[in-house]
């Protein structure tokens, strides 16, 4: 897909924290995912067991990460968001930032940037005091999972191949999102069940 540059202006570069490390040995590719329950920005309840049966996707989000920045404004995440839940796939944004730290937001406030960047997930979880990020282990934004009809986990890891805030990276990208809800709807094994998720680090409270 090619995306305008008209949307590079968003993209403000900034320091970045990889993660160095696999997923906790409770949260790994090929076992259940945990049970949680969940609050989303609608004042909705929201746990997993609802979407039993449905592959389903968490994205972890910030909306002052550059790299989170950099799949919005060049319009790439809701694009994707459009697609899968097309095609019955439940996502999830989730936003774990503390109060007090870079990316917290009120739900009346996420809801009206729902609505300025006509994003399109299932529901945005609300998770200030970090409970679902540190469950999944979420280290990055964005960092994304995907759970298949069964509740088994079959993808932990980046978005993509091109670890930079640079919207003009997207256009030859390999998602891995992608890649991965394709294979398992076709009956096929997950190629890359794992990837080192890149981004901005999960603003978690102390």
């Known amino acids: 897909m ?11 570069f900034a320091a970045v924290l990889l993660a160095t490390c696999a997923p906790a040995q409770s949260v790994r590719v090929g076992a259940p995912a945990p049970a949680f329950i969940a609050t989303d920005s ?3 309840t929201e746990t997993l067991a609802q979407y039993r049966g449905k592959y389903f996707v968490f994205e972890w989000h910030n909306q002052g990460c550059p790299y989170t920045r950099k799949h919005y404004c060049s319009g790439n995440m809701q694009a994707l968001q459009k697609e899968w839940t097309a ?15 870079q990316g917290y937001v009120t739900p009346s406030q996420e809801n009206d940037y729902l609505a300025n960047v006509h994003a399109a997930p299932t529901a945005v979880l609300m998770d200030p005091e970090g409970r679902l990020g540190r469950l999944y282990n979420a280290k990055t934004t964005p960092q994304m999972i995907v759970i298949d009809p069964s509740g088994i986990l ?3 890891g980046a978005i993509d191949d091109r670890p930079t805030p640079d919207p003009e990276d997207i256009g030859g990208a ?6 991965a809800l394709t294979e398992a709807m076709a009956g096929k094994p997950v190629g890359t069940p794992y990837t080192r998720p890149y981004g901005c680090s999960v603003k978690y409270a102390e």
């Open 174 to 179: 390999h998602n891995y999102v992608s890649e």
């Open 2 to 12: 090619k995306f305008s540059s008209r949307f590079s202006g968003c993209v403000a």
């Open 42 to 44: 609608r004042g909705q």
């Open 154 to 156: 079959i993808y932990d």
């Open 87 to 101: 095609k019955g796939v439940a996502w999830f944004t989730v936003i774990s930032s503390a109060p007090g730290e």
